[in-house]
């Protein structure tokens, strides 16, 4: 029995597990926005890679100083910050000064992430919370948005990027109005088929609908993603939308227009699905994708701003848990189907 | 989502690998007799048994030697013939001590045993039900409930329909399996018996997909006159749990914190029914039965039948342990407790002995890194009785065990273990709710 003894542990049960990791999610969710990634340089050039290059570095250090100076162990390994980092850079306009996303970062992360106690504690997506701050803080800056595809994007890097912090930023060449911008002030709406694939300007990760959904599909197929969330953002949306343009057809766009123009697609794929700030149940995240989708409606058609999609996150990023308190699941042998 | 769509199975639950390609196909064999054999008084839920024979006592095999003490206890039997060494306190799985009788079997002790009173189908309801009290009979399926207890229904409950557990869900074990295929004729015996008992007009013998051939085995053989329906259920885990099996199969759910009796069913596992089955018409009781020795771990895997109180030190040296062998458990690896000790004994709730290296334990949840809880859900799609696994283990975290039991339902978790083996943060939630369940019951009743 000698070599029994010896080795013998002892834990408690269960003794297997699936093996599904919180890093290795993490890890998929950064592969999936990669496709969007490179269509974002290729189409903005030198300008974008430099803004999602230093909005991931940004976040990345911030979380790491942070987690040095409090003295706890860096969490920059679980990929969740890399995400944050990632995502944040592509809801940026291609040519914003780089002192600008960098400031945004820090904010999104210390603010957003880190002073609610880190991951698995945010109310709030940090990315969005950076990209809101910057849009508060830079109004001018955030709207200003380069064509893409424009002729040497790769030869040289806009002059706005470099800007000096705290300096006027110069343009090269005039802002060219978004596909939500013409809806809202000249009432035209682009083609569907130009938005999926890209063709128009915005920020830099959003403009690529069926590589975003692509990246979609992939998660959801490994099961790292509630399908219900962007199924119930997208329903939503269409239907409100389609209800208008039955009305007035001269004044509203229409459901196709609306999910793939702006940031609806990146939005409702990548950002409100973000666990830790979307509801634990079902029947809460269509609830809760019904919110985004009814506030992102009624902010790009009535409201100030022609887009709307982060604020409606971050709204219902802040209603989450109060939809946790009111929709729980019916525990077995209660309700209804008891006895 | 799909279980919606799908029949005979229960919401939510987990597929962990079945395991069972090693042993299913090895025939049930006799295991030899340890130098000495460790009987523990409380092998069951309830009351200790009492002991009638004290040290230096010549026993034969089969003889009871402890009797049970009041409604909520059953008899033991002596595993073998021999002497009885000591009574004392002896390690239990559960980590606490027991009073147990430790018997040393004669060198020259042969398989036969004492019969005692036979009870015949033509006996009353409650002659049976002492009879199978008498013979020792528990719930063989893990927990050990004493079986007669749960066959007298409270007063005003009638119960209609009697479901035999033949699920066998939990990983590596496939004791019940060949249970079914060897004495097959012994479990319809047993059903009989039941029925008298219970006074149930309907029998459903639950079983998983992944053994077809016993569920024909069971149609083939089934006598006309048995009012038997087999109903055979996609392979998910735990629908071996008998609220499971009647949510699946019938469609109602037993109310939280109620009884099986509440909804006028009654659940047996299929080799708790063969042993009444075989022992009640010969008068023996409980002295021996069948285990799956298994995993990794033992090279000489096999379906054994062992005699209770046989050290698992022992068993495992029979069955060639491998040389990195790290951590070994009574049952299958989703809800097993951990054998502390070689010297704890088999008993009658024991359905498995299973070993695992290294090369396993390293995947378990003790052994992985922590992360917070990122809010996934995982949990909440598993858990079968539709907890929220994610809250409850937030709120053991900071030991609000009173507010997981009074807003959280708690005492509805029975312990499955499917939370925390989908958890890719790898929190402990099961093990977090296993000990906030006893604190809560300690707060309420203080």
Same mark, same amino acid.
């Given at each position: 029995?000698?070599?029994?003894?010896?080795?013998?542990?002892?834990?408690?049960?269960?003794?297997?597990?699936?093996?599904?990791?919180?890093?290795?999610?993490?890890?998929?969710? #950064?592969?999936?926005?990669?496709?969007?990634?490179?269509?974002?340089?290729?189409?903005?050039?030198?300008?974008?890679?430099?803004?999602?290059?230093?909005?991931?570095?940004?976040?990345?250090?911030?979380?790491?100083?942070?987690?040095?100076w409090?003295?706890?162990?860096?969490?920059?390994?679980?990929?969740?910050?890399?995400?944050? *980092?990632l995502?944040?850079?592509?809801?940026?306009?291609?040519?914003?000064?780089?002192?600008?996303?960098?400031?945004?970062?820090?904010?999104?992360?210390?603010?957003?992430?880190?002073m609610?106690?880190?991951? *698995?504690?945010?109310?709030?997506?940090?990315?969005?919370? *950076?990209?809101?701050?910057?849009?508060?803080?830079?109004?001018?800056?955030?709207?200003?948005?380069?064509?893409? #595809?424009?002729?040497?994007?790769?030869?040289?890097?806009?002059?706005?990027v470099?800007?000096?912090p705290?300096?006027?930023?110069?343009?090269?060449?005039?802002?060219?109005?978004?596909?939500?911008?013409?809806?809202?002030?000249?009432?035209?709406?682009? *083609?569907?088929?130009?938005?999926?694939?890209?063709?128009?300007?915005?920020?830099?990760?959003?403009?690529?609908?069926?590589?975003?959904?692509?990246?979609?599909?992939?998660?959801?197929?490994?099961?790292?993603?509630?399908?219900?969330?962007?199924?119930?953002?997208?329903?939503?949306?269409?239907?409100?939308?389609?209800?208008?343009?039955?009305?007035?057809?001269?004044?509203?766009?229409?459901?196709?227009?609306?999910?793939?123009?702006?940031?609806?697609?990146?939005?409702?794929?990548?950002?409100?699905?973000?666990?830790?700030?979307?509801?634990?149940?079902?029947?809460?995240?269509?609830?809760?994708?019904?919110?985004?989708?009814?506030?992102?409606?009624?902010?790009?058609?009535?409201?100030?701003?022609?887009?709307g999609?982060?604020?409606a996150?971050?709204?219902?990023?802040?209603?989450?848990?109060?939809?946790?308190?009111?929709?729980?699941?019916?525990?077995?042998?209660?309700?209804?189907?008891?006895? | 989502?799909?279980?919606?769509?799908?029949?005979?199975?229960?919401?939510?639950?987990?597929?962990?690998?079945?395991?069972?390609?090693?042993?299913?196909?090895?025939?049930?064999?006799?295991?030899?007799?340890? =130098?000495?054999?460790?009987?523990?008084?409380?092998?069951?839920?309830?009351?200790?048994?009492?002991?009638?024979?004290?040290?230096?006592?010549?026993v034969?095999?089969?003889?009871?030697i402890?009797?049970?003490?009041?409604?909520?206890?059953?008899?033991?039997?002596?595993?073998?013939?021999?002497?009885?060494?000591?009574?004392?306190?002896?390690?239990?799985?559960?980590?606490?001590?027991?009073?147990?009788?430790?018997?040393? =079997?004669?060198?020259?002790?042969?398989?036969?045993?004492?019969?005692?009173? =036979? %009870?015949?189908?033509?006996?009353?309801?409650?002659?049976?039900?002492?009879?199978?009290?008498?013979?020792?009979?528990?719930?063989?399926?893990?927990?050990a409930?004493?079986?007669?207890?749960?066959?007298?229904?409270?007063?005003?409950?009638?119960?209609?329909?009697?479901?035999?557990?033949?699920?066998?869900?939990?990983?590596?074990?496939?004791?019940?399996?060949?249970?079914?295929?060897?004495q097959?004729?012994?479990?319809?015996?047993?059903?009989?018996?039941?029925?008298?008992?219970?006074?149930?007009?309907e029998?459903?013998?639950?079983?998983?997909?992944?053994?077809?051939?016993?569920?024909? $085995?069971?149609?083939?053989?089934?006598?006309?006159?048995?009012?038997?329906?087999?109903?055979?259920?996609?392979?998910?885990?735990?629908?071996?749990a008998?609220?499971?099996?009647f949510?699946?199969?019938?469609?109602?759910?037993?109310?939280?914190?109620?009884?099986?009796?509440?909804?006028?069913?009654?659940? %047996?596992?299929?080799?708790?029914?063969?042993?009444?089955?075989?022992?009640?018409?010969?008068?023996?009781?409980?002295?021996? $039965?069948?285990?799956?020795?298994?995993?990794?771990?033992?090279?000489?895997?096999?379906?054994?039948?062992? =005699?209770?109180?046989?050290?698992?030190?022992?068993?495992?040296?029979? !069955?060639?342990?491998?040389?990195?062998?790290?951590?070994?458990f009574?049952?299958?690896?989703?809800?097993?407790?951990t054998?502390?000790?070689?010297?704890?004994?088999?008993?009658?709730?024991?359905?498995?002995?299973?070993?695992?290296?290294?090369?396993?334990?390293?995947?378990?949840?003790?052994?992985?890194?922590?992360?917070?809880?990122?809010? %996934?859900?995982? !949990?909440?799609?598993?858990?079968?009785?539709?907890?929220?696994?994610?809250?409850?283990?937030?709120?053991?975290?900071?030991?609000?065990?009173?507010?997981?039991?009074?807003?959280?339902?708690?005492?509805?978790?029975?312990?499955?273990?499917? %939370?925390?083996?989908?958890?890719?943060?790898?929190?402990?939630?099961?093990?977090?709710?296993?000990?906030?369940?006893?604190?809560?019951?300690?707060?309420?009743?203080?």
């Amino acid at each position: 029995m000698g070599k029994l003894v010896k080795h013998l542990e002892i834990g408690s049960s269960p003794h297997v597990s699936d093996g599904a990791s919180t890093d290795v999610i993490m890890r998929n969710v #950064f592969f999936a926005l990669l496709p969007v990634t490179v269509f974002a340089v290729y189409a903005f050039g030198t300008g974008a890679a430099l803004v999602i290059i230093v909005a991931t570095a940004s976040c990345v250090l911030t979380e790491h100083w942070l987690c040095r100076w409090t003295g706890k162990p860096s969490t920059v390994g679980d990929w969740s910050i890399a995400i944050t *980092g990632l995502l944040y850079g592509l809801t940026l306009p291609p040519d914003l000064p780089l002192w600008m996303v960098f400031v945004g970062g820090v904010f999104g992360v210390a603010i957003g992430k880190f002073m609610f106690g880190g991951l *698995g504690m945010n109310a709030f997506n940090p990315a969005l919370v *950076g990209r809101a701050f910057l849009q508060a803080a830079f109004p001018q800056a955030m709207t200003h948005w380069s064509a893409p #595809f424009a002729e040497g994007r790769f030869e040289h890097i806009p002059s706005s990027v470099l800007a000096m912090p705290f300096w006027e930023p110069t343009y090269d060449a005039v802002t060219s109005a978004t596909p939500l911008a013409l809806m809202k002030f000249e009432a035209e709406f682009a *083609g569907g088929r130009e938005l999926m694939a890209g063709l128009t300007s915005g920020s830099v990760g959003e403009t690529c609908g069926a590589l975003i959904l692509l990246g979609g599909i992939y998660l959801v197929a490994r099961n790292m993603m509630n399908w219900r969330i962007p199924a119930s953002i997208f329903a939503t949306v269409a239907a409100v939308t389609w209800a208008f343009q039955l009305y007035d057809p001269a004044t509203y766009p229409g459901p196709v227009f609306m999910l793939f123009s702006g940031g609806l697609m990146l939005g409702a794929v990548f950002m409100a699905t973000d666990m830790v700030a979307s509801p634990i149940t079902n029947a809460g995240c269509w609830l809760y994708g019904v919110l985004i989708g009814v506030l992102v409606v009624a902010i790009r058609f009535w409201g100030g701003m022609p887009e709307g999609v982060m604020y409606a996150i971050l709204l219902a990023n802040a209603v989450s848990p109060h939809i946790d308190n009111l929709i729980q699941p019916r525990v077995f042998g209660t309700g209804r189907r008891a006895g | 989502m799909l279980d919606l769509f799908r029949k005979d199975t229960f919401r939510h639950g987990v597929h962990p690998p079945e395991m069972k390609d090693d042993t299913a196909e090895m025939a049930i064999r006799q295991f030899p007799f340890a =130098p000495v054999l460790i009987v523990p008084l409380s092998q069951h839920l309830g009351k200790p048994a009492k002991a009638v024979v004290r040290e230096g006592q010549e026993v034969v095999r089969g003889q009871t030697i402890a009797v049970p003490d009041g409604f909520m206890s059953v008899a033991m039997h002596a595993p073998a013939s021999g002497l009885v060494r000591r009574i004392t306190l002896a390690p239990g799985i559960m980590g606490t001590k027991v009073e147990s009788i430790y018997i040393e =079997p004669y060198p020259a002790s042969t398989q036969d045993i004492d019969d005692g009173e =036979p %009870c015949g189908l033509d006996a009353t309801p409650d002659e049976i039900i002492t009879a199978i009290q008498n013979a020792g009979i528990v719930g063989l399926g893990g927990a050990a409930f004493p079986t007669h207890v749960k066959l007298k229904p409270p007063e005003g409950k009638h119960l209609d329909t009697l479901f035999i557990n033949g699920v066998e869900c939990e990983p590596y074990l496939t004791t019940d399996y060949r249970v079914m295929l060897e004495q097959t004729e012994d479990v319809f015996a047993g059903i009989r018996y039941l029925l008298r008992a219970t006074g149930a007009s309907e029998v459903i013998i639950a079983i998983e997909a992944n053994k077809q051939d016993a569920a024909e $085995r069971f149609r083939t053989t089934c006598p006309d006159d048995l009012p038997v329906s087999v109903r055979v259920s996609p392979v998910k885990y735990p629908q071996g749990a008998e609220k499971m099996i009647f949510s699946a199969l019938i469609d109602r759910e037993v109310p939280s914190g109620g009884l099986p009796a509440d909804i006028g069913v009654i659940c %047996c596992n299929v080799a708790t029914t063969a042993e009444i089955g075989r022992l009640l018409p010969r008068g023996r009781g409980i002295q021996e $039965r069948v285990i799956t020795i298994g995993g990794p771990g033992v090279r000489k895997k096999g379906n054994y039948r062992i =005699p209770i109180g046989t050290p698992v030190g022992f068993a495992l040296e029979q !069955c060639d342990p491998v040389d990195d062998i790290s951590r070994v458990f009574m049952g299958g690896p989703m809800m097993g407790p951990t054998v502390s000790n070689l010297d704890i004994p088999i008993t009658k709730g024991t359905s498995g002995i299973t070993a695992f290296t290294t090369a396993e334990t390293g995947g378990s949840t003790g052994h992985k890194k922590v992360y917070p809880c990122i809010g %996934c859900a995982r !949990c909440v799609e598993a858990c079968p009785v539709f907890l929220n696994p994610s809250q409850l283990g937030i709120l053991a975290k900071n030991e609000e065990y009173e507010q997981m039991a009074e807003s959280w339902h708690l005492m509805d978790c029975f312990e499955c273990g499917a %939370c925390t083996y989908v958890c890719p943060s790898h929190i402990p939630l099961v093990q977090y709710f296993r000990m906030a369940k006893k604190m809560a019951r300690k707060l309420s009743a203080a």
